[in-house]
């Protein structure tokens, strides 16, 4: 089956980007969204990326007109019935995309590929909405989509074959970087990112430093591009509370997930971060962060141990995300390079700093709280005793 029509279900920053990426592969896109407003703002977005891109010498004007002619905004669902494959890209709520994905079903052909983008909800769940499951399929895009190599592809349990063979195949396609991940809470990304978080929320509310050294220490012992908290005022503190509270509750309420009072907080304060003009930052019309509202601490010692903490719950996610089979090591560090450009893969960074000093690092953290959130991955444990690494 050749993927040549693409349909994509939502206007917003997540569909748009998605739409700019099968243009340039050279399909054929319907860009789909009720609100005839969001349809504008897209178009207007893209011609301002095209642009940009043009002065910078990526493309020529040949490109540029190619690419946005192959986008067609369309405000009817029906409009998609010639799409080989629809991407949704809409507000996470399991209901609404299982109305938009049964009526959808009333209109394509039965070969055509019905995917969500959904970044945490359950693949199995969203395909039981329709006749034939089996066509469904997860395709996660990271933001922006147009620069992010990292997709995950999530198969359902009722997902084909060839569903998935098709759906890896045409996003490698349009140059992207395909990890397959198994159909549970946060897929590989969402999941295995949670410490960065949480165990950064933790240390601020125990007192050990504020938002700003936090993301110091990261950034500096670490190599991170950015910071927790500027990640999370990057993102948006509701979006991600929202992430966190959804994988949460969706593994029963482990408490390695559980989510922290402070974004809480800030989340239902409106301080949401660089789109409110106010998060764990203050921001200006830029998008500048207008000072350092904290003093930063350079006492290397406290930014040592902040970016061991951090780093070695962040491992401990990850081996155990390899434990429980949720995708091979190599998809899992590949996830976490390319998703969310972390400076090396986790698995890694674990073989580097000796799976003993991982053992011993967690089980530190076990020993001084006594809660559950510390437990050491069996997967580690075994690998010490064996003496064997990830890679």
Not at 187 to 192: E, G, K, M
């Amino acid at each position: 089956m050749t993927i040549k029509n693409i349909g994509v279900i939502g206007a917003g920053t997540m569909g748009s980007g998605i739409a700019q990426v099968a243009a340039t592969a050279g399909c054929e896109v319907k860009l789909f969204d009720l609100n005839q407003a969001a349809l504008d703002t897209a178009k207007a977005s893209l011609e301002k990326i095209m642009n940009r891109l043009v002065e910078k010498g990526r493309i020529n004007t040949d490109e540029k007109t190619r690419i946005q002619a192959n986008i067609t905004y369309v405000n009817s669902l029906h409009e998609l019935a010639d799409s080989n494959m629809t991407i949704e890209a809409i507000v996470e709520n399991l209901e609404i995309k299982k109305k938009v994905f049964q009526e959808l079903e009333g209109y394509v052909d039965e070969q055509c590929i019905i995917a969500s983008n959904t970044s945490s909800l359950s693949i199995a769940s969203i395909a039981s909405s329709l006749k034939k499951p089996e066509r469904c399929v997860g395709i996660h895009f990271f933001n922006p989509a147009p620069l992010m190599k990292l997709v995950e592809v999530i198969p359902a349990i009722q997902t084909s074959t060839e569903t998935l063979k098709i759906s890896e195949e045409t996003i490698q396609s349009w140059g992207k970087t395909v990890a397959i991940a198994k159909d549970t809470p946060g897929f590989i990304v969402n999941r295995v990112a949670r410490p960065f978080y949480g165990e950064a929320l933790r240390i601020y509310e125990e007192g050990i430093a504020n938002f700003a050294t936090i993301d110091h220490a990261m950034k500096t012992v670490g190599g991170f591009r950015m910071g927790p908290f500027e990640l999370m005022d990057f993102i948006g503190n509701d979006v991600n509370y929202t992430v966190t509270e959804t994988v949460f509750s969706a593994f029963y309420f482990d408490p390695r997930y559980k989510p922290a009072f402070t974004q809480k907080r800030f989340s239902e304060a409106g301080y949401l971060g660089r789109k409110s003009g106010k998060g764990y930052y203050t921001y200006n019309e830029k998008g500048q962060v207008v000072a350092n509202e904290a003093n930063i601490s350079n006492d290397a010692t406290l930014l040592q141990n902040i970016f061991e903490r951090i780093l070695v719950m962040l491992i401990n996610e990850a081996a155990d995300a390899l434990f429980l089979n949720i995708a091979n090591a190599e998809a899992i560090d590949n996830a976490m390079t390319k998703g969310v450009n972390y400076p090396k893969g986790l698995l890694t960074w674990a073989d580097e700093k000796g799976i003993d000093w991982c053992v011993q690092k967690i089980d530190e953290l076990y020993d001084e709280y006594h809660e559950d959130r510390y437990r050491c991955s069996p997967l580690l444990r075994k690998m010490k005793k064996q003496n064997k690494t990830f890679f």
